[in-house]
């Protein structure tokens, strides 16, 4: 029955996405042009209201829980498990306060409506996976705006998406190079369920139905502890959440 709704639903979900991203392309770049990067986060956010507006249409619920507590005077790496593309809009969405950057594939910087736009201007960290001096590069940069805007940054350590909601192993590299310039960065983790779900038989025939849990956990105690202890800690924290 899912399967059937789903076929139904999905194509005036993937239409809806898609005339979001369209309508407000051009308002980033008027955001951006004229009245710079405020405008222009307003305009993001605003879009990411929309965007998770969609998933309505597939008879999604959505919960995010446990952030209120979180400062807004100290930048923050939020260490989240990746199930698909459906995490993103939301954590922008619900983490706005924070100005939450992400690093992403520089694939996603060309010809994708408004997503590629935000990607180019929106102050995140855009790396080739290929290129090892040039991710260290940006996510180097990446944490110099952090610690000269008071931005936060979300990291998915897992390098990819996981397709059956197994949590994959976590890599160091990205919160240690933030952390060489953010060294007083709040670590926080994020664990995600069911998004995996949402695409478990592709990205095309979506399935609908089904809860959206995010859960902020509070910041990991970082004295006297190495990168990858922090890291093995947000990942247990993590994987106790996982349904």
């Known amino acids: 029955m899912r399967r059937i709704l789903g076929y139904v639903v999905s194509p005036i979900h ?8 369209c309508f407000f392309h051009p308002l980033q770049w008027i955001a951006i042009k004229f ?3 405020k405008a ?24 995010f829980t446990g952030n209120q507590k979180l400062p807004l005077e100290q930048p923050i790496i939020f260490v989240v498990n990746h199930q698909s593309m459906y995490d993103v809009p939301a954590l922008i969405w619900f983490l706005r306060k924070y100005h939450a950057k992400f690093i ?26 290929k290129d090892a001096r040039q991710s260290i590069t940006e996510i180097l940069k990446l944490g110099q705006r952090m610690k000269d805007n008071n931005w936060s940054a979300v990291i998915f350590p897992e390098g990819t998406r996981s397709k059956d909601g197994v949590l ?15 060294p007083d960065a709040l670590i926080v983790p994020i664990a995600i ?14 399935m609908p139905g089904y809860h959206l849990k995010f859960t902020v956990f509070d910041p990991i105690d970082k004295k006297h502890k190495s990168v990858e202890t922090l890291v ?3 990942r247990e924290n993590i994987a106790d959440n996982l349904i």
């Open 35 to 37: 009245f710079g990067y």
């Open 168 to 182: 994959k192993d976590f890599q160091v590299g990205g919160v240690a190079t933030l952390l060489k310039k953010v």
């Open 193 to 206: 369920n069911n998004s995996w779900k949402v695409v478990k038989n592709g990205t095309l025939w979506l």
């Open 232 to 234: 093995a800690e947000a």
């Open 14 to 21: 993937h239409i809806s996405f898609f005339l979001v991203l």
């Open 40 to 63: 222009h986060k307003k305009v993001v956010d605003v879009m990411n209201f929309f965007l998770v507006g969609t998933y309505y249409i597939l008879g999604l619920r959505i919960t």
């Open 104 to 129: 992403s594939k520089v694939e996603l910087t060309k010809n994708i409506p408004s997503i590629s736009f935000n990607l180019n201007h929106g102050g995140g960290a855009n790396i080739d996976r």
